[in-house]
């Protein structure tokens, strides 16, 4: 049953719908169809139909809190999807969230470091560089000299957060009760998927070990400048960085003004994208232009390290096989995979599903990425996946959004790159890496210091069990009444197997002495005397080798 808070909360979303000139979402739905004529009386439609549609959507979205503020920012890159204006409109919740009061911000850094800021920070702007859905950032210059920016928490967000995560486990907990398709969606386990995100995001201490790791990972690389963090600096509710100097990359006049190669920068983005999801296992998931800067050089420049994705090695190796497989347009491993993975049922058949695959991406290759819609090509995929009952792997919904995000960068950047060919090289030199004789001298590599520890063990362990074995100390306990009927089936096995041996040796030495020529022992039947015991003895082991029916 729906709480109190969370009624009152809905109410709030359906006022907040009304106040920006919305109410057509509300009055949209079956139950109130009929009285829709009445918001053309409502005072309020009379304030709000010279706003233009699109402010009044990123306003909304603004005043429903950080939830609603994110999936503006996802829809933002989306450009696709969604008409000019309001695309445009909402690309402005990246990082032109409404601040929060510059007092506010005082106080919070005072209260965690327990001092001044005079203390802190030789100097720290009023003004903020950047606001978001929960934080801001405000630039500063430490004691020492160096440039830095400040990111502090929003106050209050944590209680803010929790109520609308409780919202939305509401709703999805009615939808696995009464909507058919939930046990495939599985939404409770998407929302525990995006509550942790969020709750991660509230900690910025983890976010700056995030920040640590992703500059340790690109440290020899050119690719990508990942500022450093003065971790004296850090708390859980504060965090200061190095300040990075780069040109938005959604600027693209700006790119174009610094001789940047739009061409080059798009396919060093898949470059990125791909090294951290699969070299790595650790990739920034929360792309949007908003946190993405270019240096004059061409280098990409990330910040915002809040929402960071990694992959079990199961999924990752059955990811990497898939997109190769895709690139190859080899469907029917696709399906394959699919069902190997669990992600659709066992027993589904594997040539429907590889032709319900074909007709899904066919139409996609050979084309440049802007005449390739992602969004449509996923509507299309789950639409398949509804007739196999593939069942939502939630643990990739992070690495779809960025895929997403990725694919928004790109078509912006550079609208004819080709996604397909500059994927597949690096996913076949990847899962080289992963088989084969590269991956088995990788693997041993990474074993010898093991092997080396225990090498010196071997010796002494080995002359102590065979020490044991010749005293007649050496045994095994069976303690499980099945082991012990499993080893007597095997003594008796064991003991048919020898007596079968046996019995075929004699047969055989019988068979030789009688086809001897001019031996002369005693004759039966025209036959040696010793063809004849061996025989017997033959005879004797046969029997005793046939299986005992008890």
Known sequence: MIRPGQLLRLLHISW?????????????????????FLRYLAPWHRLTRNIPRAVRIRRALEDLGPIFVKFGQILSTRQDLLPDDIAAELAKLQDRVAPFPSQRARQTIEAAFQKPI???????????????????????????????VVKILRPGIEKVIRRDVSLLYYIAGLAEKYWREARRLRPREVVGEFEKTLYDELDLLREAANASQ??????????????????????????????IYGIPVNDLAALRQAGVDLKTLSERGVEIFFTQVFRHNFFH?????????????????????????????????????????FFRRDYHRVAELHVESEWVPQGTRIDEFEAAIRSVCEPIFERPLKEISFGQLLLRLFQTARRFNMVIQPQLVLLQKTLLNIEGLGRQLYPDLDLWQTAKPFLERWMSEQVGARAFAGRLRRSLPDWSERLPEIPALLHRTLQQGAQGRLRVQW????????????????????????????????????????????????????????????????????????
């Open 16 to 36: 907040v719908l009304v106040r920006h000139g919305l109410d057509e979402v509300i009055l949209a739905t079956h139950l109130f169809r009929p009285v829709r």
């Open 118 to 148: 005079t203390e802190i920070f030789h100097s720290c702007d009023e003004e903020p560089l950047a606001s978001a859905s929960v934080a801001q950032v405000h630039a500063a210059t430490l004691k020492s000299g160096e440039d830095v």
């Open 214 to 243: 992703l500059r340790r990972n690109f440290a020899s690389s050119g690719l990508l400048h990942v500022p450093e963090v003065y971790w004296p600096y850090c708390r859980r509710n504060v965090m200061v960085m190095e300040r």
């Open 285 to 325: 998931a929360d792309m949007h232009p908003g946190n993405i800067f270019v240096a004059p050089s061409g280098q990409y420049m990330a910040v915002d390290f809040g929402i960071m994705g990694t992959l079990s090695p199961e999924d990752q190796r059955y990811l990497a096989e898939n997109f190769l497989a």
């Open 479 to 550: 303690e499980s009444r099945e082991l012990e009927k499993l080893r007597k089936q095997l003594r008796q096995s064991n003991q048919r197997t020898l007596s079968a041996i046996l019995g075929s040796a004699f047969l055989i030495s019988a068979a030789l002495i009688y086809g001897l020529d001019g031996f002369t022992p005693t004759m039966i039947g025209g036959a040696p005397l010793l063809s004849w015991i061996l025989a017997a003895l033959a005879a004797f082991f046969f029997v005793a080798a046939w299986p005992d029916d008890s």
